[in-house]
Protein backbone atom coordinates (compact mmCIF):
# COMPACT_ATOMS: atom_id res chain seq x y z
CA UNK A 1 0.00 0.00 0.00
CA UNK A 2 1.42 3.01 -1.02
CA UNK A 3 0.56 6.36 0.85
CA UNK A 4 1.34 8.90 -1.77
CA UNK A 5 1.16 12.80 -1.12
CA UNK A 6 -0.53 15.66 -3.12
CA UNK A 7 0.41 18.85 -4.07
CA UNK A 8 -2.47 20.38 -6.03
CA UNK A 9 -1.66 23.68 -7.40
CA UNK A 10 -3.75 26.89 -7.53
CA UNK A 11 -2.30 30.29 -8.89
CA UNK A 12 1.73 28.67 -8.43
CA UNK A 13 0.63 27.73 -4.25
CA UNK A 14 0.25 24.29 -2.93
CA UNK A 15 -3.26 24.45 -1.66
CA UNK A 16 -6.23 21.88 -0.78
CA UNK A 17 -9.58 22.57 -1.60
CA UNK A 18 -13.28 21.56 0.54
CA UNK A 19 -14.93 19.03 -2.06
CA UNK A 20 -13.42 20.52 -4.97
CA UNK A 21 -14.06 24.09 -4.65
CA UNK A 22 -11.97 26.82 -5.89
CA UNK A 23 -13.42 29.54 -3.89
CA UNK A 24 -12.93 27.18 -1.04
CA UNK A 25 -9.05 26.86 -1.25
CA UNK A 26 -6.33 26.89 1.93
CA UNK A 27 -2.99 27.71 0.61
CA UNK A 28 -0.40 25.60 2.58
CA UNK A 29 2.48 26.26 0.97
CA UNK A 30 3.89 28.97 -1.61
CA UNK A 31 7.23 27.13 -2.45
CA UNK A 32 6.34 23.70 -4.17
CA UNK A 33 10.01 22.28 -4.41
CA UNK A 34 10.10 23.18 -0.90
CA UNK A 35 6.95 20.94 -0.19
CA UNK A 36 8.19 18.42 -2.40
CA UNK A 37 11.55 18.08 -0.45
CA UNK A 38 9.37 17.76 3.12
CA UNK A 39 7.52 14.74 1.50
CA UNK A 40 10.64 13.29 0.14
CA UNK A 41 12.51 13.38 3.38
CA UNK A 42 9.33 11.87 5.17
CA UNK A 43 10.12 8.83 2.82
CA UNK A 44 7.50 9.20 -0.21
CA UNK A 45 8.05 7.28 -3.05
CA UNK A 46 5.98 8.33 -5.53
CA UNK A 47 4.38 12.55 -5.63
CA UNK A 48 0.49 13.16 -6.68
CA UNK A 49 0.54 16.66 -8.37
CA UNK A 50 -2.88 18.53 -9.57
CA UNK A 51 -2.76 21.71 -11.75
CA UNK A 52 -6.36 22.48 -10.49
CA UNK A 53 -6.60 25.94 -12.45
CA UNK A 54 -5.50 23.74 -15.64
CA UNK A 55 -8.64 21.09 -14.84
CA UNK A 56 -10.85 24.50 -15.53
CA UNK A 57 -8.99 26.00 -18.41
CA UNK A 58 -8.73 22.85 -20.00
CA UNK A 59 -4.24 22.90 -20.58
CA UNK A 60 -1.57 23.21 -18.13
CA UNK A 61 -1.78 26.38 -16.16
CA UNK A 62 1.14 25.48 -13.54
CA UNK A 63 3.40 23.39 -15.42
CA UNK A 64 6.53 25.20 -14.29
CA UNK A 65 6.20 24.34 -10.75
CA UNK A 66 5.70 21.09 -12.18
CA UNK A 67 8.69 20.96 -13.89
CA UNK A 68 10.69 22.81 -11.33
CA UNK A 69 9.90 19.30 -8.88
CA UNK A 70 10.60 16.80 -11.66
CA UNK A 71 13.97 18.38 -12.13
CA UNK A 72 14.65 18.66 -8.33
CA UNK A 73 13.79 15.25 -7.33
CA UNK A 74 14.65 13.21 -10.63
CA UNK A 75 14.27 9.79 -9.63
CA UNK A 76 10.93 10.56 -7.95
CA UNK A 77 7.68 8.82 -9.87
CA UNK A 78 5.83 12.07 -10.63
CA UNK A 79 2.16 11.28 -11.33
CA UNK A 80 0.06 14.87 -12.65
CA UNK A 81 -3.26 15.35 -13.75
CA UNK A 82 -5.40 18.82 -14.03
CA UNK A 83 -5.75 20.05 -17.67
CA UNK A 84 -4.50 17.28 -20.20
CA UNK A 85 -6.05 17.08 -22.81
CA UNK A 86 -3.98 16.21 -25.81
CA UNK A 87 -0.62 13.91 -26.88
CA UNK A 88 1.12 17.54 -27.14
CA UNK A 89 0.85 17.97 -23.47
CA UNK A 90 1.64 14.24 -22.38
CA UNK A 91 4.61 14.73 -24.50
CA UNK A 92 5.98 17.86 -23.07
CA UNK A 93 4.84 16.18 -19.20
CA UNK A 94 7.41 13.11 -20.73
CA UNK A 95 10.34 15.37 -21.84
CA UNK A 96 10.08 17.10 -18.64
CA UNK A 97 10.66 13.61 -16.32
CA UNK A 98 6.99 13.25 -15.46
CA UNK A 99 6.15 9.54 -15.11
CA UNK A 100 2.52 8.82 -14.79
CA UNK A 101 -0.74 11.35 -16.62
CA UNK A 102 -4.23 11.27 -15.05
CA UNK A 103 -6.70 11.53 -17.54
CA UNK A 104 -10.24 12.79 -15.73
CA UNK A 105 -13.07 14.87 -17.38
CA UNK A 106 -11.40 13.97 -21.01
CA UNK A 107 -12.11 10.34 -20.23
CA UNK A 108 -15.63 10.71 -19.85
CA UNK A 109 -16.31 13.08 -22.38
CA UNK A 110 -14.03 11.65 -25.03
CA UNK A 111 -12.89 8.14 -23.92
CA UNK A 112 -11.47 7.13 -27.21
CA UNK A 113 -8.72 9.84 -26.22
CA UNK A 114 -7.87 6.96 -23.50
CA UNK A 115 -8.01 4.17 -25.66
CA UNK A 116 -5.15 6.19 -27.85
CA UNK A 117 -3.14 7.23 -25.23
CA UNK A 118 -3.07 3.63 -23.64
CA UNK A 119 -1.57 2.35 -27.58
CA UNK A 120 0.82 5.41 -27.13
CA UNK A 121 1.88 5.97 -23.88
CA UNK A 122 1.47 2.17 -22.06
CA UNK A 123 0.97 1.66 -18.73
CA UNK A 124 1.60 5.75 -18.18
CA UNK A 125 -1.71 6.38 -18.25
CA UNK A 126 -4.01 6.77 -14.91
CA UNK A 127 -7.99 8.01 -15.42
CA UNK A 128 -9.42 9.44 -12.20
CA UNK A 129 -12.53 8.77 -11.62
CA UNK A 130 -14.44 11.07 -9.27
CA UNK A 131 -17.63 9.92 -8.13
CA UNK A 132 -20.58 10.82 -5.39
CA UNK A 133 -23.26 8.30 -4.60
CA UNK A 134 -21.59 5.71 -6.99
CA UNK A 135 -21.97 8.65 -10.21
CA UNK A 136 -19.30 9.93 -11.70
CA UNK A 137 -18.49 13.52 -11.57
CA UNK A 138 -16.83 15.73 -14.02
CA UNK A 139 -15.91 19.59 -14.81
CA UNK A 140 -14.51 20.29 -11.63
CA UNK A 141 -17.17 18.59 -9.88
CA UNK A 142 -19.80 20.45 -10.76
CA UNK A 143 -21.43 18.54 -13.04
CA UNK A 144 -22.29 14.68 -11.92
CA UNK A 145 -23.15 12.18 -15.03
CA UNK A 146 -25.62 8.78 -15.60
CA UNK A 147 -22.21 7.12 -16.03
CA UNK A 148 -21.81 4.47 -13.35
CA UNK A 149 -18.20 4.40 -11.85
CA UNK A 150 -17.78 0.38 -11.82
CA UNK A 151 -19.11 0.50 -15.80
CA UNK A 152 -16.41 3.26 -16.99
CA UNK A 153 -13.89 1.57 -15.23
CA UNK A 154 -13.98 -1.48 -16.37
CA UNK A 155 -14.43 0.25 -20.00
CA UNK A 156 -10.67 1.66 -19.32
CA UNK A 157 -9.33 -1.14 -17.85
CA UNK A 158 -10.26 -3.42 -21.24
CA UNK A 159 -8.30 -0.18 -22.90
CA UNK A 160 -4.90 -0.61 -20.66
CA UNK A 161 -4.64 1.84 -18.22
CA UNK A 162 -2.40 1.42 -15.46
CA UNK A 163 -5.23 2.13 -12.61
CA UNK A 164 -8.08 4.10 -11.40
CA UNK A 165 -7.26 6.89 -8.99
CA UNK A 166 -11.10 6.68 -7.17
CA UNK A 167 -12.12 9.91 -5.07
CA UNK A 168 -15.29 9.84 -3.21
CA UNK A 169 -16.02 13.82 -3.88
CA UNK A 170 -18.36 13.92 -0.74
CA UNK A 171 -15.17 13.21 1.59
CA UNK A 172 -12.60 14.63 -0.21
CA UNK A 173 -11.07 17.87 1.69
CA UNK A 174 -13.31 17.03 4.38
CA UNK A 175 -11.60 14.88 6.96
CA UNK A 176 -13.89 12.60 7.40
CA UNK A 177 -12.39 9.39 6.55
CA UNK A 178 -12.49 7.26 3.22
CA UNK A 179 -14.71 5.68 1.74
CA UNK A 180 -13.54 2.42 2.33
CA UNK A 181 -16.61 0.21 1.40
CA UNK A 182 -16.67 1.83 -2.09
CA UNK A 183 -13.61 2.12 -3.16
CA UNK A 184 -12.93 -1.64 -2.18
CA UNK A 185 -16.25 -2.43 -4.32
CA UNK A 186 -14.58 -0.92 -7.17
CA UNK A 187 -11.39 -2.52 -6.83
CA UNK A 188 -13.18 -5.81 -6.42
CA UNK A 189 -15.64 -5.38 -9.92
CA UNK A 190 -12.50 -4.82 -11.99
CA UNK A 191 -8.41 -6.29 -12.33
CA UNK A 192 -6.25 -3.40 -12.28
CA UNK A 193 -4.65 -1.41 -9.33
CA UNK A 194 -7.23 1.04 -7.74
CA UNK A 195 -5.66 3.85 -6.07
CA UNK A 196 -7.98 5.44 -3.16
CA UNK A 197 -8.45 9.23 -3.04
CA UNK A 198 -10.76 11.55 -0.47
CA UNK A 199 -11.31 11.63 3.28
CA UNK A 200 -7.96 10.15 4.64
CA UNK A 201 -7.58 11.83 7.65
CA UNK A 202 -5.73 8.99 10.34
CA UNK A 203 -4.15 6.12 11.07
CA UNK A 204 -7.19 4.71 11.11
CA UNK A 205 -7.80 4.81 7.70
CA UNK A 206 -4.80 3.48 6.80
CA UNK A 207 -5.22 0.71 8.78
CA UNK A 208 -9.26 0.02 6.69
CA UNK A 209 -7.38 -0.12 3.30
CA UNK A 210 -4.91 -2.38 4.11
CA UNK A 211 -7.56 -4.61 5.69
CA UNK A 212 -9.04 -4.76 2.27
CA UNK A 213 -5.81 -4.12 0.28
CA UNK A 214 -6.08 -7.90 -1.57
CA UNK A 215 -8.89 -6.50 -3.48
CA UNK A 216 -6.53 -4.17 -5.10
CA UNK A 217 -6.24 -1.33 -4.11
CA UNK A 218 -2.37 0.09 -4.28
CA UNK A 219 -2.24 3.17 -2.95
CA UNK A 220 -3.59 5.87 -1.38
CA UNK A 221 -3.96 9.81 -2.17
CA UNK A 222 -3.72 11.91 0.98
CA UNK A 223 -3.38 15.82 1.06
CA UNK A 224 -5.04 17.81 3.83
CA UNK A 225 -4.49 15.59 6.77
CA UNK A 226 -0.54 15.44 5.99
CA UNK A 227 -0.98 19.17 5.76
CA UNK A 228 -2.69 19.90 9.11
CA UNK A 229 -1.38 17.29 10.97
CA UNK A 230 -3.97 14.42 11.71
CA UNK A 231 -1.97 12.29 9.84
CA UNK A 232 1.92 11.87 10.08
CA UNK A 233 3.23 11.04 6.80
CA UNK A 234 6.19 8.66 7.52
CA UNK A 235 4.09 6.83 10.78
CA UNK A 236 1.20 6.13 7.88
CA UNK A 237 3.37 4.60 5.31
CA UNK A 238 5.38 2.80 7.61
CA UNK A 239 2.38 1.64 9.55
CA UNK A 240 1.07 0.56 5.41
CA UNK A 241 4.70 -1.14 5.33
CA UNK A 242 4.15 -3.38 8.39
CA UNK A 243 0.22 -4.30 7.58
CA UNK A 244 0.99 -5.15 4.13
CA UNK A 245 4.43 -6.69 5.60
CA UNK A 246 6.83 -4.62 3.29
CA UNK A 247 10.41 -4.83 4.62
Not at 33 to 50: F, I, K, N, P, S
Not at 84 to 108: H, M, P, Q
Request: glycine share 10%.
Amino acid sequence: MLLIPAIDLKDGQCVRLKQGRMEDADVFSGDIVETAQRWVDAGCRRLHMVDLNGAFAGQPVNADAVYKVTQAFPDLPVQIGGGIRNFDIIDRYLDAGVSYFIIGTKAVHEPEFVAQACKKYGDKIIVGLDAQDGMVAINGWAEITDHNVIDMAKRFEDDGVNSIIYTDIGRDGMMQGVNTEATQALADAINIPVIASGGITNLDDIRNLCAVADSGISGAITGRAIYEGSLDFAEGQQLADELMGVK
